[in-house]
Every structure is written in C-alpha cells, then in structure tokens.
C-alpha cells in the first residue's frame, strides 16, 4: 500500500517512515511547507529533508517555493488559531497532491512531535481527508521521540530549534515573552 506522508522536515520523518515500512506501506513523502522561515531556515529545513529522502530511497514530491507570504496572508490578525490554520494549510495541500497522484490515503509526520498539537493534527487530518474523499491515516508517533533523535543524529541531519514560524522562532528566543506566556 502506497501513502502521500506530508513530511514537516526530516528529522520527523526520520521514524515514522521506517515504521511504516515495516507495517507494508510504502510512503511518498511529500514537502510542502509554508510555516517555515526565514528564508535560509526553510532551505536549511529542505536540504536535510533531501538529505533523508535519499539517504532512505524514499520517494517524494517537493515543493521549493518559500511561502511567507501565502502564510503570512491567512495567519495576519488570527494569530491566536495560528497552529490550526498552519496544519489545514499543509494538510489540505497534501490531499490535493495526493488526488493529483492518485493516491487514496494521507498521513503526517506532524504526528510523531510531541510539541504538536496532536489531537488537533489528528482531526484536522481527518475533517481534511474526508472533504477529498480520502482516508487520513492515525498513528500516534510520540513514542518514537527518540529513535527519530537518534536516527537523526546518527545521520548528521540538521535539526531545528524551534517550530518553523516566526512567531515561534521569537517564542524560542524571546525570554521575556516567554517569562510574560
Ligand atoms: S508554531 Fe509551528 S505549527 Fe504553529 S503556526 Fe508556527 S510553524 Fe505552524
């Protein structure tokens, strides 16, 4: 069985796709990531993601374009929702792929942190899978903290401080907003 696995980066990838594997099914792994900035973050983020795919043969769909502002234009002023509008930017991205493709069922790497919101993935992925007449493949990931770590480090893959926004780079530096939070 094939799946489109939208892939956040690739250290989050880098668990979920051998468990898959070993389940029998074979993800193509897809990039598309609007929430990641600035610039030189979000082709960081793409080389170590290229960096797994071939390191792992996998098969995947990338889409190169730096998305600030497509971003930034459904985030402005709704920043308080912001996770739930970044998660239904990519997911919604990802079942159009897969249609495009051919493909009945999606899934996300998203899944595999535990600094996500993950029941909020999880339905989102669903509602999102539904409306396209897919399936949204559930696996809870979180218990592959390590081993994703691991994978990684045994790799030499970049692995990013924060989540991928610029409001969360500024959550992830900011000491007094994070003293105010
Ligand atoms: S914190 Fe992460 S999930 Fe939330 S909007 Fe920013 S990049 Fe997206």
Known sequence: MKILLHACCGPCSAAPVPALREEGIEPVAFFHNPNIHPFREFRRRLAAFRELAEAYGLECEIDRDY????????????????????????LSETARKAKTLGLETISTT?????????????????EIAAAHGLTFLYRDWRGLWQEG???????????????GCIYSEQERYDKKLRRRK
Not at 68 to 89: A, T
Not at 149 to 163: E, G, K, N, S
Request: net charge positive.
């Open 67 to 90: 998305g600030l502002v497509e971003y930034l234009r459904l985030v402005v002023g709704r920043e308080e929702e912001r996770c739930r509008i970044c998660y239904e930017m990519r």
């Open 110 to 126: 998203l899944l595999y942190s535990r600094y996500q919101k993950h029941e909020l993935i999880r339905r989102t992925g669903e």
């Open 149 to 163: 770590i691991d994978r990684a480090i045994a790799m030499d893959l970049y692995r990013q401080p924060y989540c």
